[in-house]
């Protein structure tokens, strides 16, 4: 973008007071949104203070309402719930209650309100935003306030954060604490599947989501779940008949478990519950099996935010900061949201109508509409479902006569199975005959290659590493036989997970093209690997479970030091000469600094941040924590800036260093990559097939053009398909990454919650949207 960077240094909070709650149920998260906001809020001059109990606390008053400081949000980030407490509120219901409220936040001078909550919360906010200059002027009436107060504080500022786990607010892709609540979900249902599996048992999991199927639709698609019951997708009539029947099939084809997935508001055609009891009864009486339910209830809502959840509730509290600072009279309340994967601000009441509309619709039957208005974003979701979960009788599958190719290349990133299986089921509902390469390239020039069938890919999403097998081998040094291979099988296309590896592969057979017209094909890269420093996409897959390996140690790490007091970690992660692992592993983890390759350092830098370590060991939070990239600088090493640090911190504080290894590299994929990976494998599945009917002339398939040789990434808001070739002038070989990373725009954001001064760019914010209808094309046509 040629933009003239724009930043908030001009923007100042003197003078302001802010208040944050959360309001309504309590999502994991919401903890790291608060302390974002009152460390943003203090960072720019700004009073903040805490408001206890949601709106009840305001309503009291006294001691609810509590200015804070720096240390007052130290050690919240990685704790589960919210720690200003939040409660349902009657009194906020009546004018009189609001009233109170308007003068107990007047008498300390506030008037930006930070407002953490469900849509109920944030309603409940617009309304008395718009009375508040009413309410001012009755107070006055009453005596309660002076003429001078109604002028100062004569308009109320709102900016709302949507936390909660059912992701039922429209506008935004993530709420907080969905993905957390995620976790929570998938690691029961990896702990049921091996009891399931010793004693042949179906399951039933009731999950959480009275109005919304988001969760239950989500997990069911990370886990591959055989069949999923979700209020805005009720089964058609007869489904009683259909389900046993594909539950029986499974078994049939030596599936020793089945998991059924209830979202808690379930209903079918005709808006009657559909309850994890019945469907176990069903079970039961109809097929005999031994069937056994499991209600997660509580247990979503508990434990620790994932590091997605830090990251989003973080960046969304500072950008809430920024949009109470801009704010005048007639900006109207809005919510800091999440697209694609962009902070973006929207009408707060546009929200809540869109957010009505959806339940207006479920109400009335109108089922696609419902789907339709909770965003594209759950529209693909449920796509993807149903085109992996359920297989077509043989006889009503096209007959396509491609033989399409999957292989691993590079390192082993957590999520490439699901992508492996995603593109194998999706490949064969197309028409396709689907072959696995096994051990990359290498194998495929051994000509280990197999055909590879629906079923053999069954219970794939939960695995981590690679099942295929990978190697990091090239093809450079065996076209000649990779070729004939490729011959030999009729392999029509290619699609290839892994990644950069994987992305200078595909650039080789591109080259070769001339000297062998076997690589004329249709040839896909999907992005795979925990560095996530692959050109043409924001994000990889694997680097999600990788960042929340590192963010549980370092949680770990930092809980053993709060014995110790005075202790600082240096902690070394993975990712090549790439510092995405490093920089968002401490702006999840609440780093003091972390040295990354792409912003050079020098001694002095070291000096500097030994120094604030020193400043910091003053105060009541007596221990630090310190990420380096493992290639950062080849003669700061980790022990250099080890031996650095205790030196420098004799008898103020004493060193431990840390280097992770490969545990970022395994463990089972978080939900985020299972779906990331499930989804854009399908996509690119689907533009294969599109290649090869372009591509099919005289009895063979020739593809030359540079566009028949893509990578599939996510680019700011959109999943794109970018020739190779092109992306060749974003890369920096040399090192290994891309020339530009959207990442390093977040950087000043760690810095400035770990109180460094820093200039922040806020040139992509402060605009206000609208919330977006889209159609059903763009459904195609992009979102994640």
């Excluded at 463990?667 to 854009?680: C, E, L, M, V, Y």
């Amino acid at each position: 973008m040629d933009h003239q960077p724009k930043f908030f240094e001009n923007l100042s909070g003197t003078g302001k007071a802010i208040g944050v709650l959360t309001s309504g149920g309590d999502a994991q998260g919401m903890n790291a949104a608060v302390r974002a906001v009152v460390r943003m809020g203090i960072y720019v001059k700004a009073k903040v203070y805490f408001i206890y109990e949601g709106y009840q606390g305001m309503v009291d008053g006294g001691d609810n309402i509590v200015e804070v400081s720096w240390e007052s949000v130290s050690s919240i980030l990685q704790v589960g719930g919210t720690v200003i407490g939040s409660a349902r509120c009657k009194s906020f219901r009546t004018r009189v209650g609001r009233l109170q409220a308007a003068y107990n936040l007047v008498q300390r001078g506030i008037t930006n309100l930070c407002v953490i909550g469900g849509d109920g919360s944030l309603t409940g906010a617009n309304l008395f935003r718009e009375e508040w200059s009413g309410l001012l002027e009755e107070l006055a009436q009453n005596g309660k306030i002076d003429e001078e107060a109604v002028k100062k504080y004569a308009y109320l500022n709102i900016v709302g954060m949507v936390g909660s786990i059912d992701n039922d607010f429209c506008g935004t892709d993530m709420t907080i604490g969905t993905d957390s609540a995620l976790h929570r979900i998938i690691e029961v249902v990896d702990a049921i599947m091996t009891t399931a599996q010793s004693h042949q048992r179906t399951f039933v999991l009731e999950v959480m989501g009275r109005h919304c199927g988001y969760l239950a639709l989500v997990s069911a698609l990370a886990c591959g779940a055989d069949w999923v019951f979700i209020p805005e997708y009720p089964p058609e009539e007869g489904w009683e008949d259909s389900m046993c029947v594909k539950l029986s099939e499974n078994r049939a084809r030596k599936k020793r478990l089945n998991i059924i997935i209830v979202a808690e508001g379930a209903i079918d055609c005709h808006n009657k519950p559909i309850t994890s009891e019945k469907v176990k009864d069903l079970v039961v009486q109809r097929l005999g099996f031994d069937t056994r339910v499991t209600i997660l209830g509580h247990v979503q809502r508990g434990g620790t935010p994932s590091a997605f959840d830090r990251i989003l509730a973080s960046r969304m509290g500072v950008e809430a900061v920024l949009a109470l600072l801009e704010g005048t009279p007639d900006t109207p309340a809005c919510v800091v949201s999440l697209s694609g994967n962009q902070s973006v601000r929207l009408p707060l009441m546009e929200c809540v109508q869109m957010t009505q509309e959806v339940q207006k619709a479920m109400d009335e039957g109108r089922f696609v509409e419902a789907v339709r208005l909770r965003g594209r974003s759950f529209e693909n979701n449920l796509n993807t479902y149903k085109l992996l979960s359920q297989k077509k009788p043989d006889a009503e599958l096209p007959k396509s006569n491609f033989n399409v190719a999957v292989l691993n290349v590079g390192a082993p990133a957590a999520g490439m199975n699901a992508a492996v299986r995603s593109a194998v089921r999706v490949g064969i509902t197309e028409g396709h005959k689907m072959f696995a390469v096994i051990d990359g390239f290498e194998g495929f020039a051994r000509g280990k290659i197999k055909e590879i069938s629906w079923g053999d890919v069954g219970g794939w999403t939960g695995q981590g590493g690679s099942i295929l097998g990978t190697k990091r081998t090239l093809p450079a040094k065996y076209l000649e036989k990779i070729a004939d291979q490729m011959r030999t099988n009729n392999i029509n296309a290619l699609m290839v997970i892994g990644g950069f590896e994987a992305y200078e592969s595909c650039l080789q057979l591109h080259e070769a093209r001339s000297r062998f017209e076997e690589f004329c094909v249709p040839i896909c890269v999907l992005p795979a690997t925990i560095s996530n420093n692959v050109p043409g996409t924001d994000f990889s897959i694997g680097a999600d479970t990788a960042l929340n390996a590192i963010v549980e140690t370092c949680d770990r790490i930092k809980q053993s030091a709060s014995g110790t007091k005075r202790r600082v970690f240096i902690i070394e992660t993975m990712g090549g000469y790439c510092g995405y692992l490093a920089n968002m592993g401490a702006l999840a983890a609440g780093a003091d600094a972390a040295y990354i390759f792409e912003e050079q350092f020098d001694i002095r830098e070291l000096q500097a941040n030994v120094e604030h370590l020193t400043e910091k060991m003053k105060t009541s939070i007596q221990r630090g924590l310190v990420l380096r990239n493992e290639n950062c600088n080849e003669n700061y090493t980790t022990d250099f800036i080890y031996q650095l640090y205790s030196e420098e911190g004799k008898g103020v504080f004493d060193c431990r260093k840390n280097v992770l290894g490969h545990m970022q590299q395994g463990g089972a994929p978080s939900p985020f990559d299972r779906n990331f990976g499930t989804k854009i494998s399908a996509k690119a599945m689907q533009w294969i097939s599109k290649k090869l009917k372009e591509a099919y002339r005289k009895g063979k398939v020739f593809a030359n053009t540079d566009d028949s040789v893509c990578l599939l990434g996510m680019r700011r808001r959109n999943l794109i398909f970018q020739p190779v070739a092109e992306l060749k002038n974003e890369t920096d070989f040399v090192h290994r990454i891309p020339m530009e990373q959207w990442w390093l725009k977040l950087r000043p954001l760690m810095k400035i919650l770990a109180k460094y001064k820093t200039s922040y760019d806020v040139s992509d914010s402060g605009q206000l949207e609208h919330v977006a209808m889209h159609s059903p094309k763009e459904a195609e046509t992009g979102a994640i």
